[in-house]
């Protein structure tokens, strides 16, 4: 029984899975976007998002700890030159995954893992996204007919004693 034990294990060594981790989050600071399972994902995070955590502060002490982490040398300059300036703000959550359905030979679930603040597309979307009320009347067309025709008897009758 898994009592309390909070590793996903991943049906792997701890070494191989450490070498695995090590591995995607240097490809995921590298190319800010990697497709793999949801369960690899999910542990993914646990793991990277210290590092970016530590990253904002750019110290020698910091780079060496990232680096014992991730055993490549470009990822840490990758992480601490452009990765940290973009997520300086962030409290937390550095990461999203999107799940894109199940993979066809195994039938496990597929998801897309990125860093937040390198989709474009999300970004567009929160900047230009309109708040819309939502009020509604219980009369259906009846009503908007009402409504629009409302406005126009309110108009006539506000021009005729202007006129006079």
Do not use: W
């Not at 591995?23 to 949801?38: D, F, G, P, Q």
């Not at 700890?65 to 300086?88: G, P, T």
């Not at 996204?129 to 126009?152: D, M």
């Amino acid at each position: 029984m898994r009592h309390g034990c909070k590793v996903n294990h991943l049906s792997r060594t701890h070494a191989h899975r450490v070498a695995m981790l090590s591995n995607m989050a240097t490809s995921l600071i590298m190319h800010k976007r990697i497709e793999t399972t949801v369960a690899k994902a999910k542990a993914l995070r646990v793991y990277v998002e210290p590092l970016l955590t530590r990253s904002k502060e750019d110290t020698m002490h910091n780079r060496r700890m990232v680096f014992s982490y991730l055993h490549s040398k470009e990822a840490v300059n990758e992480l601490f030159r452009e990765v940290s300036q973009k997520i300086a703000q962030r409290p937390g959550g550095y990461t999203r995954i999107l799940k894109t359905g199940i993979r066809q030979g195994d039938n496990s679930e597929m998801c897309i893992m990125e860093l937040v603040d390198y989709n474009e597309n999300m970004l567009k979307e929160a900047t230009t996204k309109k708040s819309r009320s939502t009020r509604r009347s219980r009369g259906g067309k009846k009503a908007e007919a009402a409504a629009e025709a409302a406005p126009e008897a309110t108009a006539t009758t506000e021009e005729t004693p202007k006129a006079e």
